[in-house]
């Protein structure tokens, strides 16, 4: 067969696969009426390291880790290795009342590197869950329970930030602040207080990042002072507030935050489902302020982008609240596959290859390779921003580089830098007008000039008209 022949055959069997697909599945975070003509679907046959390779035969630079759960590539054979051997032993088992080593050595494991703080009790109690909005749901739900349990019945409230993100589904989503998501099923929504973002690119005209951090965290202060009693938790996004547009701030203001929350008895809740696990330069990026937070919630990287899993970690003095003769007393939360021994020993899995591939210092020369390729494209006319947090890079587009000048949604830039770098082979999922680097670690040289020169001509595309 003639290589012109194959190639026909893939395409039409590419297109066999979109046909079946718009025939039966609603597809997430998508308006389907832009299927298939305006948002291309794109057929996945297999992936292979950084790489997606479509029914079609093209290959695609994965520079999303597909939707920022995978570290170390497609396919990575320690891991799917591991949980072929678990699935050969044990796939499921309910975790009420019942027990399974994957579950409690992934525990104990994820305990030994979760952030300390001097002079704090250290994270103590594992409690799974199947995602990442679950897992917020399991921490807001902690927390209001634990002080109900201690009698102090007035603490409904939760604080959370502006242009936070923590979820789909209601109590994660009542805690989030992006209008997209929240606007349609605001009145389904418990009212959460909501303090201004830290943000960086939000500083006032010759204010640094950490004067910013420290203005926003002084707002912070008033607002606990305005709500004397009623607060329960604090839920934020430790350094980066990811699905906000990849938005940045300082780490002091996870300090002054947790300072905050001690001295008015309200329970710090990190959300660390995006970006932990080295995706911000630290296994976690809580370390980079020195801070423990009472509860942690992880997942998408926890088991390499292999298998769905959460993990909610609680402190001691918060798990023993819960502890009494009384059902009611008890955290009755329940997930059918809470624990699946699958993604445990996914997890499991890697963590190891972090031990063995000494994966965060690999990932520091990396992202110092990664500033290198997108300091040139902040000269762009329309690129306001290019900033950088470990192994994330973001570029904010707006009009001639203003920060007041933003595009106005309806020019589609986003969408445009989207399909012009997927012509080029490259998976560059923007957020509004923020095009953003997350790749898989594995990411090598050569991949990340490709990266690097389908983001310029993505940006010079999309904005040509404007």
């Not at 297109?15 to 975070?29: F, G, N």
């Not at 002072?225 to 507030?241: D, K, S, T």
Request: hydrophobic share 45%.
């Amino acid at each position: 067969m003639h290589e012109t022949d194959h190639e026909i055959r893939m395409l039409a069997e590419a297109d066999r696969w979109r046909s079946r697909d718009l025939a039966v599945l609603w597809h997430p975070c998508t308006q389907m009426r832009e299927h298939p003509h305006t948002l291309p679907l794109v057929p996945i046959a297999r992936g292979e390291g950084a790489w997606l390779i479509g029914q079609d035969g093209r290959r695609y630079l994965d520079a999303v880790s597909s939707w920022w759960t995978n570290l170390f590539g497609h396919a990575e054979p320690r891991i799917g290795a591991a949980i072929a051997a678990q699935a050969g032993r044990l796939e499921q088992v309910i975790l009420a009342g019942f027990s399974h080593p994957p579950a409690v050595e992934l525990a104990e494991r994820l305990l030994a590197i979760a952030p300390r703080q001097q002079g704090r009790a250290p994270l103590a109690k594992v409690f799974y869950a199947d995602n990442g909005s679950a897992g917020v749901e399991v921490a807001l739900k902690m927390a209001f329970h634990c002080f109900r349990n201690r009698g102090e019945t007035r603490r409904t409230r939760f604080v959370a930030l502006e242009n936070g993100y923590h979820g789909e589904t209601l109590g994660a989503l009542a805690v989030g602040d992006i209008p997209l998501y929240r606007r349609v099923y605001a009145p389904l929504l418990a009212e959460a207080l909501f303090a201004p973002s830290p943000d960086a690119y939000a500083a006032r005209d010759g204010e640094s990042e950490a004067q910013a951090a420290h203005r926003a965290a002084d707002t912070l202060a008033d607002l606990f002072e305005r709500h004397p009693g009623e607060i329960c938790a604090l839920i934020l996004e430790p350094r980066v507030q990811c699905a906000g547009g990849m938005r940045m701030h300082h780490p002091d203001y996870l300090r002054r935050a947790r300072e905050l929350c001690d001295a008015h008895g309200v329970f710090l809740i990190a959300d660390e489902i995006a970006t932990g696990f080295g995706r911000t330069g630290t296994m976690f990026a809580c370390e980079q302020a020195g801070v423990a937070p009472d509860l942690l919630c992880l997942s998408k990287g926890l088991t390499g982008g292999f298998l769905p899993l959460a993990a909610v970690l609680a402190t001691q003095d918060l798990y023993d609240a819960f502890l009494d003769d009384s059902r009611e007393r008890a955290f009755l939360h329940s997930h059918s596959y809470t624990g699946n021994p699958l993604a445990c020993a996914a997890a499991l899995a890697t963590l190891d290859i972090f031990v063995q591939d000494d994966v965060i210092a690999r990932n520091r020369a990396t992202a110092a390779r990664m500033a290198e390729l997108a300091a040139p494209l902040a000269q762009h006319r329309h690129v306001a921003q290019v900033r950088q947090a470990g192994m994330i890079v973001a570029f904010e587009l707006a009009r001639d580089g203003r920060r007041d000048a933003p595009f106005d949604a309806s020019e589609r830039i986003g969408l445009r830098a989207y399909r012009a770098a997927l012509d080029r082979g490259v998976l560059l999922r923007p957020l509004g007008e923020v095009l953003y680097w997350m790749p898989p670690y594995c990411i090598d040289e050569e991949q990340l000039q490709r990266l690097a020169a389908a983001t310029a001509t993505a940006i010079e595309e999309a904005t040509a008209c404007a």
